[in-house]
């Protein structure tokens, strides 16, 4: 399963999102990802447990290097897979979490997320002479918080079969719920770290850090009035989400069709184009939808035969509403 895409889009631009993913891009293209020279570079700034709980490794690194690890190593990655993996999740759901704790907690919340990932995995194997890189455990905490904060959000899936692609929709809790029992399994099944492998408990760490710091963060909103509002967040979005999961209902006995499709004043002013993706049976399809400058709130996009079909074949149409929502 691919995760394209959540359904709840951010009222502002994720700015630490944005510069967390473009700083551990650019660290990657400035270090070799193979070679002798990376695995120096992956025992001096990876996380490595015997580093800190055996006398003969802890004597070859300066204290200096010993702090800088625990925070280096969730920005380092070792290929391409493990970055673009990482990186695409921060992207999906970094944007929502940062919208709800703001710019600056967001940035002490995932960088936590990730100390707490390290001592978890450094817990449960304490003489590992495996180094530890990459940023899975403070993404795991991301998506532990988005988890508690968004659970009836649905994540648009792309799942290919047999070279075909099937797109569905799985609310956030469950495919959360299932990659975090993934990782529980996975964890349950591997003995150690004592060679390479994935640090599936540093995920569990991380995931759970997420949980555990969102609700804390909800209990202080309930608890003092005005909280949540000392929030410093980014500019807010001039455009809505370019992708977007529309819902067609039928109106009575007829063929056609009925949906609404969410833009902003900027966009309903100047026009744009979004991508929707419509349920046809189990897959999803996609299409491409233009709206004209000037559109007014309420206004109808006919799509020409995507409505219902009746007994002689005949295809009704999809009438798309347009809302603009004034908020952003």
């Known amino acids: 399963m691919i995760p394209l895409r959540d359904t709840i889009q951010s009222r502002h631009y994720p700015v630490v999102t944005i510069s967390l993913i473009s700083i551990n891009v650019l660290v990657y293209f400035f270090h070799p990802a193979h070679g002798p020279d990376f695995q120096q570079i992956a025992y001096t700034y990876g996380l490595v447990p015997a580093r800190y709980t055996t006398e003969e490794m802890a004597r070859y690194f300066t204290t200096g290097q010993q702090v800088f690890a625990v925070f280096s190593f969730m920005f380092l990655h070792g290929g391409f897979l493990h970055i673009l993996g990482n990186m695409w999740i921060l992207y999906l759901f970094g944007d929502n979490v940062e919208d709800f704790l703001g710019s600056f907690r967001f940035a002490l919340f995932y960088i936590g997320g990730g100390l707490f990932s390290a001592m978890t995995h450094m817990a449960l194997n304490l003489a590992s002479t495996t180094p530890v890189i990459g940023a899975s455990g403070a993404v795991a905490a ?104 529309v819902r067609p209902t039928s109106g009575g006995e ?75």
């Open 142 to 245: 991301v998506m532990g918080a988005y988890f508690i904060l968004y659970p009836t959000s649905r994540i648009l899936t792309l799942i290919p079969i047999f070279f075909i692609p099937f797109f569905i929709e799985i609310p956030a809790f469950i495919f959360l719920a299932i990659w975090f029992m993934m990782q529980v399994f996975n964890a349950a099944g591997t003995a150690g770290m004592d060679g390479p492998g994935i640090a599936w408990w540093a995920h569990i760490g991380g995931f759970v850090f997420g949980v555990a710091a969102i609700k804390i963060v909800q209990n202080v909103y309930a608890s003092s009035p005005g909280a949540d509002r000392k929030r410093f967040n980014g500019p807010r979005r001039r455009k809505s989400s370019h992708l977007q999961v």
């Open 254 to 328: 007829g063929i056609d069709r009925k949906a609404s499709l969410t833009v902003t004043p900027y966009e309903a002013s100047v026009g744009t184009s979004k991508t929707i993706n419509i349920p046809s049976g189990f897959q999803k399809r996609m299409y491409r939808v233009k709206i004209p400058a000037g559109i007014s709130h309420g206004s109808l996009l006919r799509l020409k035969g995507l409505g219902r079909k009746n007994a002689r074949g005949e295809s009704g149409d999809l009438y798309l509403e347009v809302r603009i929502d004034p908020s952003r």
